[in-house]
């Protein structure tokens, strides 16, 4: 048997044994829907009474449901209203119809209508093209089909500030709020539920604010405490008894209440925690094993932003790292300056086009705040003023996320001597 091959028998074999920690990984996953909301009370009730009143033939207010993320507003809205749903069928309400859909991920209002035609059965009786329609043509399709079909359609459009995105000073998105709202139907009525990570009134216009008179649900960050109930309701689903300590609970919670109280992040750490344990062949989650998930985590997290930067902040950071690995001794050499010289040599290189000096300037600032840079104000007396940019992760962290790169690959090897 070869070394590789016994590698791999001692992993699966490892797996196979170890069966003694995790029992469902399941509930501890991101879009695991839960039958019990710990600290969410408040929150169901507000969401339940503003939506029940379709259960007796009238059309509820539109509804704003905002938090930050991992404060549970996709998982609560989505099971209150399946609830809404089981109880329609109980009471006879058989033209009830709830519609979901995901502004980010769609991208934009022509793919939104065009999902909600799949989901209402619409494409098929208006023959609605995924591409090719003007937008005012496709709506008037979407109208045309829902009236036809007499029902009381709750829409709900999750990251629905994702719409604040700007092209020339306006809003893309308010429009499709604004036409859904005031879409005249005569045998349908529709209500939009917007999901959010701000209060309505931060990303929306007033003439939209105003046109749709939505009422609010906030959810508010989760404490440490609350973190730790929900960990302990998705511990008792997924592990097997006896396997995690109160300490390892506390310390998930602890970190993940420090990051605006996200129990996503909670879960992810005491998943990868448990996967650490059995990859260690350990009977049980120790802090360490959360300690490690952390930095787990957080490195994959580093990678995957860098990966997903847009071109000209790729281009600034890979101009960060080859001004470091020249080693000069000069710290003038690592000034905005310099860099915005490299920066636009690297443009070239791409056939791509610089930024000016003041707009780089604003994405150094994004990336300081992004923790992928530091930048210090240097007083350099009669030259004036300037910053002095350096790498805030890794030249190690930069190499794995972007030495694939056609581009990038090159210069990152041009820059370190092992690749020689």
């Not at 990966?307 to 003038?332: C, N, Q, R």
Request: aromatic share 6%; proline share 4%.
């Amino acid at each position: 048997m070869s070394r590789s091959e016994e590698i791999l028998n001692q992993v699966f074999s490892n797996v196979v044994q170890n069966k003694c920690i995790i029992r469902d990984s399941e509930p501890l996953m991101e879009k695991f829907v839960p039958e019990a909301f710990p600290n969410r009370d408040d929150q169901i009730r507000s969401i339940a009474e503003a939506v029940s009143p379709v259960l007796i033939g009238r059309q509820p207010s539109n509804l704003s449901i905002y938090g930050k993320t991992g404060t549970g507003k996709t998982a609560v809205t989505r099971w209150v209203l399946s609830r809404l749903a089981d109880k329609a069928k109980e009471n006879s309400v058989s033209n009830l119809q709830i519609c979901y859909v995901n502004y980010r991920i769609l991208g934009g209002p022509y793919r939104i209508i065009v999902e909600l035609c799949k989901q209402l059965g619409i494409d098929k009786i208006n023959k609605i093209p995924c591409s090719g329609l003007a937008l005012g043509e496709l709506f008037d399709r979407f109208r045309e089909g829902l009236d036809s079909q007499k029902k009381t359609i709750i829409l709900v459009i999750d990251e629905v500030d994702w719409c604040i995105e700007k092209e020339r000073g306006k809003p893309q998105g308010n429009n499709l709020l604004y036409d859904l709202n005031r879409i005249q139907l005569s045998q349908s009525k529709i209500v939009i539920i917007g999901i959010a990570n701000r209060e309505s009134k931060e990303w929306l216009d007033a003439g939209t604010l105003s046109t749709l008179k939505t009422e609010e649900v906030h959810f508010l960050p989760y404490n440490a405490t609350e973190i730790g109930d929900i960990l302990r309701q998705r511990a008792n689903l997924a592990l097997f008894g006896a396997v995690l300590d109160e300490g390892s609970i506390n310390v998930c919670a602890a970190l993940a209440a420090a990051e605006h109280g996200d129990a996503r992040r909670a879960l992810n750490l005491l998943r990868v925690a448990a996967e650490l344990a059995i990859r260690r062949n350990n009977k049980s989650i120790t802090e360490k094993h959360v300690r490690d998930a952390e930095n787990s985590i957080d490195f994959d997290r580093v990678i995957q932003t860098l990966k997903d930067l847009p071109a000209h902040m790729k281009a600034l950071i890979i101009s960060v790292f080859a001004i470091g690995e020249t080693k000069v001794v000069d710290s003038s050499q690592h000034t905005t300056g310099r860099l915005y010289e490299t920066y636009s040599k690297l443009c070239k290189q791409m056939i791509m086009p610089p930024l000016t000096q003041r707009r780089v300037s604003q994405l150094i600032n994004e990336m300081e705040a992004m923790g992928l840079i530091h930048a210090v104000s240097l007083n350099l007396g009669h030259y004036g003023r300037t910053k002095k940019i350096t790498l805030g992760v890794a030249p190690s962290t930069i190499i794995i996320a972007l030495e694939e790169h056609p581009v990038y690959g090159d210069i990152i090897r041009s820059h370190l001597p092992f690749y020689a």
